[in-house]
């Protein structure tokens, strides 16, 4: 059974920190994304990934595929960058589709 | 910006009851999928669907769940007869290319329907 763990469970930080969040699973995946959860429940994805690295703004995700790894890192982190940020995967082969999710990383920035 | 609308927001129901929840994915979307999450743990996946048809569905997924889009732009998520653990946030989710593929491939989430059985 395909496990996606997340550490750490719960992170604070000062404002301007440089914050990762790490994402480790079991078997071969296709894709990987990271998604935000904000405190009133919404969803909205971040990335996906299937190799490398990707930018978006302050945020950056990478992969390895070898080591079945993903990191998160936001910079020069903000307090309305507080949010559950959740790691997710599709595994690989017979054309799944569904996303087997972490239980997520709560981080709060504080001012 | 494209967005994935659900209704209610918030549904209350007695136990036995059946409630269904409703989303509006972004129209040139092909793919959509339900997932649930119950106050304090992970996000589920339970279901996903193309071409009128389910093309994935979890061990959740029970006879006392079905989906089905009736109308072209509506995609629902039925529930039969409700019982206390079915308490959840419902989130239907669309993408325009099927998620197991690599690319550019955004995966829109709606704001969630709150479903709470007394």
């Known amino acids: 059974k395909n496990e996606v763990e997340q550490s750490p469970q719960n992170l604070t930080a000062q404002e301007g920190e440089f914050i990762t969040i790490n994402c480790s699973y079991s078997?071969?995946?296709?894709?990987l994304h990271w998604l935000q959860q904000h405190p009133g429940g919404g969803i909205v994805s971040l990335f996906m990934?299937?190799?490398g690295k990707k930018k978006h703004g302050r945020l950056i995700a990478t992969i390895n595929i070898q080591e079945k790894h993903s990191s998160l890192h936001i910079t020069a982190s903000h307090p309305r960058d507080s949010a559950v940020y959740i790691c997710?995967?599709?595994?690989?082969?017979?054309?799944?589709?569904?996303?087997?999710f972490g239980k997520g990383t709560h981080l709060i920035i504080q001012p | 910006e494209p967005e994935v609308t659900q209704t209610p927001s918030h549904q209350v129901t007695q136990m036995g009851q059946e409630v269904i929840l409703r989303c509006v994915p972004i129209?040139?979307?092909?793919?959509f999928y339900w997932y649930r999450q119950i106050l304090g743990q992970k996000v589920e996946f339970l279901v996903s669907f193309y071409n009128n048809e389910i093309s994935e569905k979890s061990e959740i997924f029970d006879d006392q769940f079905s989906v089905e889009r009736p109308d072209g732009s509506n995609f629902t998520l039925k529930i039969r007869s409700t019982k206390l653990e079915d308490s959840a946030m419902y989130f239907c989710a669309s993408t325009r290319a099927k998620l197991s593929l690599s690319g550019a491939n955004v995966l829109t989430f709606g704001a969630g329907s709150r479903l709470t059985v007394l």
């Open positions: 990934l299937s190799s």
């Open positions: 129209s040139n979307h092909l793919y």
């Open positions: 078997v071969g995946i296709s894709a």
């Open positions: 997710a995967v599709i595994v690989s082969g017979g054309g799944a589709d569904g996303l087997t």
